[in-house]
């Protein structure tokens, strides 16, 4: 275990450090939200951020600066139900979790930047401590990475660890929500109330099974969050139903994340996700600032690497 997440640490680094450049390399890219020096409006600028009194003095608008905050306390929420115990490509999706919770730390890290957990499979929660340091974090991508699975017929909690990072209140700062998003979304409640405390950030892990069925006639398939089996034959006709309720439950899913101020990076098991890491919060950075992007994204300008 210790040696493997080593290898992915070290891939992450790697990759990650040659393409990310600056000070800042937060998932969530945006000014800070200390106050800093006004200056003259710019196309392209945040309208919330004018600053009315220097626009009146000086009869021409203006804006006034923020300075990127320098301790960052990001929440990882980590959904490791059943359903991520499943993986069809080159890796299953829990594995693809940890990863994406490593790429978080890393993202996220920096002199007196700390990081916490709330890691839920169903039948248990465990919370770990926010702290600061490579050691924490290390232990923490440890113990998340060997939590127990959850037993046959337990079905996974999202709300429940949601809740969990809501109730006793934190610091500001990011929560991350790694998931599938897969079932109810009964979660929209919690998130949404987490948004106005925190910047959200929610990544989900798919397998392309979760999109679309084979071509592979009859087959026995077992739910373990429900714990039934049963077998199908994989007809024209039921695969593009599957494709059809998946397609739409992903929009539904995508539609309540946009709701509560969430943007969503999609990581597949059977694609590059660092390159997928990479493209998202490149395009973060570039599209910061123009009106576009500041759809539905509430408060995305605390969030810098320190």
């Known amino acids: 275990m210790t040696a493997a997440l080593r290898t992915l640490e070290l891939t992450v680094r790697r990759r990650l450090d040659g393409v990310l450049h600056g000070d800042h390399l937060g998932l969530i890219p945006g000014p800070g939200s200390e106050p800093g020096d006004a200056r003259e409006y710019q196309p392209g600028d945040d309208v919330r951020q004018m600053d009315w009194s220097v626009t009146a003095r000086t009869t021409h608008p203006h804006v006034r600066q923020t300075v990127a905050d320098r301790e960052l306390e990001t929440w990882l929420v980590m959904d490791l139900s059943s ?37 839920a499979t169903g039948d248990r929660l465990q919370r770990i401590p926010a702290r600061g340091g490579r050691i924490h974090s290390q ?36 929560a991350v929500v790694v998931s599938d998003f897969l079932g109810p979304i009964d979660w929209e409640h ?37 714990g039934r089996t049963r077998e199908f034959s994989t007809t024209p006709k039921l695969r593009a139903d599957f494709a059809r309720a998946a397609a739409a439950h992903r929009a539904d899913v995508e539609a309540t994340l946009r709701r509560c101020g969430a943007p969503r990076l999609s990581l597949r098991t059977d694609r590059d996700w660092i390159a997928d890491v990479v493209r998202f919060v490149s395009a973060r950075r570039h599209s910061f600032g123009a009106p576009s992007s500041r759809t539905g994204s509430a408060g995305a300008g605390r969030v810098a690497r320190g």
């Open 83 to 119: 359903s991520l115990d499943f993986g069809t490509a080159s890796c299953e999706k829990r594995d693809l979790a940890i990863a994406a919770a490593s790429a978080v730390t890393f993202l996220s890290g920096g002199s007196g930047n700390r990081i916490g957990a709330i890691v």
């Open 139 to 174: 232990a923490m991508l440890r113990r998340i990475a060997s939590t127990p699975h959850a037993a046959d017929g337990v079905r996974g909690d999202l709300r429940g660890a949601l809740e969990s990072l809501r109730r006793p209140q934190r610091r500001r700062g990011l």
């Open 190 to 226: 919690s998130l949404r109330a987490l948004s106005g405390r925190h910047d959200l950030l929610a990544v989900e892990v798919l397998d392309p099974r979760d999109l679309e069925l084979p071509d592979a006639g009859d087959v026995v398939l077992f739910d373990p969050e429900s």
